[in-house]
C-alpha cells in the first residue's frame, strides 16, 4: 500500500476555477473521505487522483513518485464509480477478472484472484450471473471486487453508496469499513453523505467551493470545526447559529449578547475579537436541553424513538433546532424553554473562522 | 346465502351495460385504424395471394390453380434470380453495417469538427433516391463521367469505360449505389446507440488499462450489439426490396445481370402485364421476408439475452 500527496491541485474549465491549491498528504493504509456540497470539487478532486482529468497546475504523489502526467494503471490506483460501471453483457466473473484480462494475465493466476475477491466479498455463489441478476448491494460489491483484483496502492471511491437505499447504505458502510480493515489498504472515498464520512473515515477532507474548509479526524472536525461552512456541514441536524454581540473579553472567555439580550459567558479564545464585534453563536442541537434559559415555540416535532428532535422560532424569530429525549414532554405548537451548557457553545467571528474552545471534550478516534 | 344472491342479482343491471359499452368503445378506438391496416395491407395482400392462382392479365383472368408457382419452381432463370437478390442482399447489407460502423465511430470520436462531419454524412440519405442516383448514372457514364475520367488520367484504363454496360461492373456498380444510399442511416442508428453507452463504463475500462481497440471490442460492440442485429434486419429487408437505384441506374439490365426478385417481379407484372405470374412472385417474396423476419426474432431474442438487454 502506499501514501498518497497531493502538492498544490488546481483545476479550471475554463474561466471557472473548480479546485484552488489543493495540498493533501494521505498516509499509508488510512481512509480519508473527501466531503462537500453539490459543486464542491470533490468528484474531480478524486478524478484528476485518479487520471481521467488532468490537473491544469499541481502534482500528484504516489509512494514518493510523481504520478502526475501518468495513466491510471501506471499509477497504480483503481475505482469503483458511483453508477458501478459494470458491463452488462459479461458474467460476475468477467467483471470481476477484466482488469486481469487487459493485462493478459495467465488464467489460473487470474481465476485464483478472482475466487479470493469473490470470498472476501461473499461473492462466490453470483460468479455465473450477469450484474442484471444482482441487488444492488450485491452490484457494488462487484465493482469493488473488480478493484481489489488489481492490488492497487491506492482505491478510489467516488459516491458509492449513493444508488441504494437507506437501510442497504447502513449495510454496505460497514462492509466498506471492514473491507479497509481487512485490506489495510489506502482509500480515499468520494461522498456528500457527511453521516459516511463521519462513520467511515480515519480523516476527513471538507471541500467547499474547491478549497479544502478543513482536513482532519472526524471528531476534530465535530468539537473543532475551523470554520462556521464545517461546522454546519458537519453533524445532525445542522449546528444552530445565533447572532450575536461581544459585550466583553475576559480570562473566561467572551461575554456574548445573543437573542432577546440573554447574555452568556462563553468559554473561547477572544482571538482579536473586541467588545461590540458582532460574532455567531453556533450550538449543536444535541447540546440542548429543557431548563430556563432560551424561549422556542415548537412548530414541528420528529418522534424518532430515542430522540425527539423540535425545530421552532426563538423570541427573535431565529430559527432554532433541539434534539431532546425521546420521551420529553413537548407538543407542536407550544412554548419550551431550553439551555445549553456554555461550554458546548462555539462562536465565529465575522470572517466565518472559529474561536478555539477552551473546555472541549478530549479528542478521540 | 339468500341475500348474497339478491346482491348479485341487484349489481348485475348497473354492470353489465357498462361492460358492453366499454368493450363497444375499444372496438370504436381501434376501428379506423383496423380499417385503415384492412385497406391497405390485408386486402392488397389476399388479392395478390388470389391472383397468383389466375393467369391475369390484360384480356381477363383465369384460375390455374399452382401452375404460377410450378412455372416458378422449374424455371432456371427465376433460381438464379433468387441467388443474384441474396447475393446482392448479404453483398450490400455487409457493405453498409461495416462502413457504418467505421463511420459511427468516426463520428462518435472526439475529434473537432465533429458536428459539421455529421451533417455532412447526411445528404445520401436526405435527399432523394432518385436525384441520387441520376448523379451516380452521370459517374459511371464512360465519356463524362468523372470515375472513367479519373481512372484515364491515373493510366488505369485506356479508353472510355462503362460502367453500366457490362455484366459485372453494372452489377457491383449497383451495389456501390445502393451502400451509398444506405449508409448514412445505419451510422446514424450506430452513433445514437454508442452514444447510450454509458461513459463510465469506457473511463473504468481506461483505468484498469483497455486500449482504445480493446474498448470497442469489449463494450461499444457488445452494448450496441441489439441495434446491430435489427439494423441487420432491417437492412436486409430494405436491399432486398430496393428497386429506385437498380431501375434508375440499369433497369435490371444488362441482360438480367441487375435483376433481382423485385425487379423481376415488377417487370413481369407491369412491364409484360403478366399479373397473375408477377402475384406469385409477389408471394415468394413475402414468404422469403417473412422468413428472415422471424430468424430475425430468433437471434434478437438471443442477442438481448447474451447482452443482458431486458
Known sequence: MATLDLQNISKSFGAAKVLQDISLAIQDKELVVFVGPSGCGKSTLLRIIAGLEEAT?????????????????????????????????????????????????????????????AEILQLTDKLPLKPGQLSGGQRQRVAIGRSIVRNPKVFLFDEPLSNLDAALRGDMRVELSQLHRELSATMVYVTHDQVEAMTMADRIVVLNKGKVEQFGPPMELYHHPATKFVAQFIGQPNMNLLSGTVKGVGPEGLAVEVTGGTVMTLPVEA????????????????????????????????????????????????????????????????????????ADCHVFNANGDVLRRLKAPELTR | MADMTVEAGAAAPTTMPRRLSEGWFAWALIAPAMLFIGVIVAWPLAETLRLSFTDANLGGEHWVGWANYQAL?????????????????????????????????????????????????????????????????????????MLAGLAQRWGLIGGPFEFLAYKQSAFYSAIVTDVWVGTPMVSLFFLAAMQGVSRDLYEAAWV??????????????????????????????????????????????????????????????????????GAARAVVIVVLLASFSLIYLFFLNKVNRKYGVK
Open chain 1, 271 to 342: 482571538g482579536g475579537t473586541r467588545a461590540g464585534d458582532k460574532v455567531d453563536v453556533g450550538i449543536r442541537p444535541e447540546d440542548i436541553g429543557l431548563g430556563a434559559g432560551l424561549r422556542m415555540n415548537v412548530n414541528v416535532l420528529e418522534r424518532l424513538g430515542g430522540q425527539s428532535i423540535t425545530y421552532g422560532l426563538l423570541a427573535d424569530g431565529a430559527r432554532f433546532c433541539a434534539t431532546l429525549d425521546g420521551d420529553a414532554a413537548v407538543r407542536e405548537g407550544e412554548a419550551i424553554d431550553l439551555t445549553v451548557d456554555p
Open chain 2, 73 to 145: 419452381w422449374d424455371s432456371s432463370p427465376f433460381a438464379q434470380t433468387i441467388g443474384r437478390t441474396f447475393y446482392w442482399m448479404v453483398l450490400s447489407v455487409c457493405l453498409k453495417l461495416i462502413l457504418g460502423l467505421i463511420g459511427a465511430t468516426l463520428l462518435n470520436a472526439a475529434v473537432p469538427g465533429r458536428g459539421l462531419f455529421r451533417v455532412l454524412v447526411m445528404p445520401p440519405w436526405v435527399i432523394p433516391i432518385a436525384i441520387g442516383c441520376i448523379g451516380w448514372l452521370w459517374l459511371y457514364n464512360g465519356h463524362f463521367g
Open chain 1, 57 to 117: 497546475t499541481g502534482q500528484i504523489v504516489i509512494d514518493g513518485a510523481d504520478v502526475s502526467g501518468a495513466h491510471p494503471v501506471d499509477r497504480g490506483i483503481s475505482m469503483v464509480f458511483q453508477s458501478y460501471a459494470l458491463y452488462p453483457h459479461l458474467s460476475v466473473f468477467e467483471n470481476i477478472a477484466f482488469p486481469l484480462r487487459v493485462q493478459k494475465m495467465a488464467d489460473a493466476e487470474m481465476r485464483k484472484r478472482v475466487a479470493t475477491a
Open chain 2, 208 to 277: 484498469d488499462g483497455a486500449g482504445r481497440w480493446y474498448r470497442f471490442r469489449r463494450i461499444t460492440i457488445p452494448q450496441i450489439m441489439p441495434v446491430i442485429v435489427s439494423m441487420a434486419l432491417l437492412s436486409a429487408i430494405w436491399t432486398f426490396n430496393s428497386f429506385e437505384v437498380i431501375w434508375i441506374l440499369t433497369q435490371g439490365g444488362p441482360r438480367g445481370a441487375t435483376t433481382t426478385l423485385i425487379v423481376d417481379t415488377y417487370k413481369t407484372a407491369i412491364g409484360n402485364y403478366k399479373f397473375g405470374e
